[in-house]
Nanobody
Framework: QVQLVESGGGLVQAGGSLRLSCAAS????????MNWFRQAPGKQRELVAT?????????ADSVKGRFTISRDNAKNTVYLSLQMNSLKPEDTAVYYC?????????WGQGTQVTVSS
């Protein structure tokens, strides 16, 4: 499996931007896709964005045109990012990165994003 460490959350005003980062180490060559999920208080965890090993991306309708997922492959680490622009109060949640392989999925510890109105 891989170890995932997220960073970059915080407090921002509506309309502002944040960039989340996630560093993956371990069995990175087994990763098929990497994702950003989020979970707001009292709500189910939802998929925000996905990027495959081939670079294909997909987004939730609620973030299309505002969020951009990207990944950079280094020698022993994969760096996943989520650029979030035009943030809205409804984007407030704990954001998690995850990595999917054929036999396992790994999750980060989460990072809080709070958007004030």
């Amino acid at each position: 499996q891989v170890q995932l460490v997220e960073s970059g959350g915080g407090l921002v005003q509506a309309g502002g931007s944040l960039r989340l980062s996630c560093a993956a180490s371990g069995s990175i060559f087994s990763i098929n896709a990497m994702n950003w999920f989020r979970q707001a208080p009292g709500k189910q965890r939802e998929l925000v964005a996905t990027i495959t090993s081939g670079g294909n991306t997909a987004y939730a309708d609620s973030v299309k045109g505002r969020f951009t997922i990207s990944r950079d492959n280094a020698k022993n680490t994969v760096y996943l990012s989520l650029q979030m622009n035009s943030l809205k109060p409804e984007d407030t949640a704990v954001y998690y990165c995850s990595a999917d392989a054929l036999a396992w999925s790994s999750w980060g510890q989460g990072t809080q994003v709070t958007v004030s109105s």
